[in-house]
Protein backbone atom coordinates (compact mmCIF):
# COMPACT_ATOMS: atom_id res chain seq x y z
CA UNK A 1 0.00 0.00 0.00
CA UNK A 2 1.38 3.29 -0.93
CA UNK A 3 1.66 5.59 2.42
CA UNK A 4 3.06 9.07 3.07
CA UNK A 5 4.51 10.33 6.12
CA UNK A 6 4.55 13.75 7.08
CA UNK A 7 7.13 15.49 9.87
CA UNK A 8 8.76 18.51 11.08
CA UNK A 9 5.79 20.66 12.18
CA UNK A 10 6.10 22.43 15.59
CA UNK A 11 5.64 25.81 17.24
CA UNK A 12 7.56 28.60 15.64
CA UNK A 13 7.61 32.45 16.32
CA UNK A 14 6.47 34.41 13.44
CA UNK A 15 9.87 35.44 11.10
CA UNK A 16 10.91 31.68 11.33
CA UNK A 17 11.46 29.08 9.49
CA UNK A 18 10.80 25.14 9.50
CA UNK A 19 11.31 22.39 6.83
CA UNK A 20 8.68 19.64 6.26
CA UNK A 21 9.15 16.20 5.42
CA UNK A 22 6.80 13.59 3.39
CA UNK A 23 8.49 10.42 3.16
CA UNK A 24 7.04 7.91 0.86
CA UNK A 25 6.50 4.25 0.83
CA UNK A 26 8.09 4.24 -2.79
CA UNK A 27 10.39 6.42 -5.26
CA UNK A 28 8.44 8.98 -5.43
CA UNK A 29 9.52 9.43 -8.89
CA UNK A 30 6.84 7.08 -9.50
CA UNK A 31 3.67 9.66 -8.67
CA UNK A 32 2.90 11.66 -11.27
CA UNK A 33 3.11 15.05 -9.17
CA UNK A 34 3.28 15.42 -5.25
CA UNK A 35 2.13 18.42 -3.08
CA UNK A 36 1.24 20.19 0.19
CA UNK A 37 -2.01 20.94 1.36
CA UNK A 38 -3.13 23.31 4.72
CA UNK A 39 -5.93 23.58 6.03
CA UNK A 40 -6.62 25.96 9.03
CA UNK A 41 -9.91 25.58 11.48
CA UNK A 42 -13.02 26.75 9.79
CA UNK A 43 -11.01 27.22 6.26
CA UNK A 44 -11.06 25.23 3.15
CA UNK A 45 -7.70 22.99 2.25
CA UNK A 46 -5.82 24.55 -0.11
CA UNK A 47 -2.83 23.72 -2.04
CA UNK A 48 0.31 25.51 -1.04
CA UNK A 49 2.62 24.32 -3.68
CA UNK A 50 3.16 21.57 -6.36
CA UNK A 51 5.54 19.62 -7.59
CA UNK A 52 5.71 17.73 -10.74
CA UNK A 53 7.35 14.86 -12.18
CA UNK A 54 8.47 17.01 -14.68
CA UNK A 55 10.48 19.03 -12.91
CA UNK A 56 7.83 22.08 -12.38
CA UNK A 57 6.66 23.89 -9.34
CA UNK A 58 3.98 26.20 -8.45
CA UNK A 59 3.21 28.03 -5.17
CA UNK A 60 -0.20 29.56 -4.08
CA UNK A 61 0.63 33.38 -4.15
CA UNK A 62 0.45 33.75 -0.51
CA UNK A 63 3.53 31.88 -0.28
CA UNK A 64 5.56 32.53 -3.60
CA UNK A 65 9.21 34.00 -2.11
CA UNK A 66 8.89 32.04 1.25
CA UNK A 67 8.25 28.39 0.77
CA UNK A 68 10.16 25.85 -1.53
CA UNK A 69 9.11 22.37 -2.46
CA UNK A 70 11.55 19.80 -3.50
CA UNK A 71 12.64 16.06 -3.78
CA UNK A 72 14.69 13.89 -2.60
CA UNK A 73 14.39 10.92 -4.63
CA UNK A 74 17.21 8.63 -3.24
CA UNK A 75 15.66 9.09 0.57
CA UNK A 76 12.01 9.13 -1.24
CA UNK A 77 11.09 12.39 0.69
CA UNK A 78 9.40 15.47 -0.86
CA UNK A 79 10.21 18.61 1.59
CA UNK A 80 8.46 22.08 2.12
CA UNK A 81 11.08 24.62 3.52
CA UNK A 82 9.20 27.32 4.74
CA UNK A 83 10.67 30.64 5.63
CA UNK A 84 9.62 34.02 7.04
CA UNK A 85 6.75 32.40 8.78
CA UNK A 86 3.43 34.31 9.22
CA UNK A 87 0.79 33.51 11.89
CA UNK A 88 -1.84 33.26 8.65
CA UNK A 89 0.53 30.06 7.95
CA UNK A 90 -0.56 27.95 11.22
CA UNK A 91 -2.58 24.85 9.83
CA UNK A 92 -2.20 21.55 9.65
CA UNK A 93 -0.10 20.86 6.73
CA UNK A 94 -0.75 17.46 4.47
CA UNK A 95 1.38 15.77 1.85
CA UNK A 96 -0.31 14.49 -0.86
CA UNK A 97 0.79 12.63 -3.94
CA UNK A 98 -1.16 11.11 -7.30
CA UNK A 99 0.23 7.48 -8.04
CA UNK A 100 -1.52 5.66 -11.44
CA UNK A 101 -4.16 8.36 -11.34
CA UNK A 102 -4.99 7.77 -7.47
CA UNK A 103 -4.51 10.58 -4.82
CA UNK A 104 -2.69 9.58 -1.55
CA UNK A 105 -2.34 11.84 1.52
CA UNK A 106 -0.43 11.52 4.84
CA UNK A 107 -1.72 11.88 8.20
CA UNK A 108 -1.14 15.89 8.47
CA UNK A 109 1.51 17.84 10.38
CA UNK A 110 0.93 20.45 12.28
CA UNK A 111 2.60 24.42 11.66
CA UNK A 112 1.55 27.07 14.56
CA UNK A 113 3.39 30.42 14.74
CA UNK A 114 3.28 32.42 17.13
CA UNK A 115 3.31 36.34 16.58
Known amino acids: QVQLVESGGGLVQAGGSLRLSCAASRSISEFNNMGWYRQAPGKQRELVAL???????KYVDSVKGRFTISRDNAKNTVYLQMNSLKPEDTAAYYC?????????WGQGTQVTVSS
Open 96 to 104: NGYYRLQAY
Open 51 to 57: STNLGST
